[in-house]
């Protein structure tokens, strides 16, 4: 029997204070380090001191780290970003697409190389509830958690959580 909740197999994109030597990097204490990647988007600091990437800058790159983590993990991620008052509730989960740094320095936005992870996007415009309902609004971290824990007879992979995950923030509008 597998318990995907303790497998190393989301794949969440870091670019801030949860980095490799930063003051929250303890955060992701148990994560598999993946190397350094990047997206498209200008890195931005708030008037808060957050930082968060802003897409309206498709000619900028933000530099991160891509992690996999258990469910655990992210759970503890997912309360740093999106529940504690460290950020005042400022991030929601989505996903984002990365692409590995290489040793030329270039930044490449070649589709065959890139990978989809997660990332917590700045909270700034409203999240719409698109079936009028609030009781059918679904939590992306409980559905991660549902989808994990359903399977007992083989490891669910990375691209199966993000793919999984991804039509349901699409539906939500995240």
């Known amino acids: 029997m597998v318990n995907n909740l303790t497998e190393l197999n989301i794949k969440v994109f870091v670019f801030g204070t949860l980095r490799i030597g930063e003051r929250l990097a303890f955060y992701m204490d148990g994560s598999n380090f993946k190397g350094l990647y990047y997206t498209k988007g200008q890195l931005m600091k708030s ?63 070649d589709e065959k190389d890139k990978t989809l992870a997660f990332f917590y996007r700045r909270r ?5 509830i698109l079936s009028g309902d609030y009781t059918k609004h679904l939590d992306p971290i409980s559905q991660i958690g549902k989808l994990l824990s359903s399977e007992k007879d083989k490891l669910v992979t990375e691209d199966e959580i993000i793919n999984g995950v991804q039509k349901l923030l699409l539906d939500i509008g995240y």
């Open 47 to 109: 008037e808060l001191g957050s930082v968060y990437i802003d897409f309206k800058y498709d000619d900028a790159v933000t530099l991160g780290e891509l992690h996999t983590v258990n469910y655990p993990c992210l759970q503890r991620i997912n309360h740093l970003e999106a529940v504690s008052g460290e950020f005042p509730k400022g991030y929601d989960l989505s996903v984002i697409p990365v692409w590995k740094l290489d040793n030329s320095g270039k930044f490449t936005f």
């Open 124 to 128: 700034n415009d409203p999240v719409k």
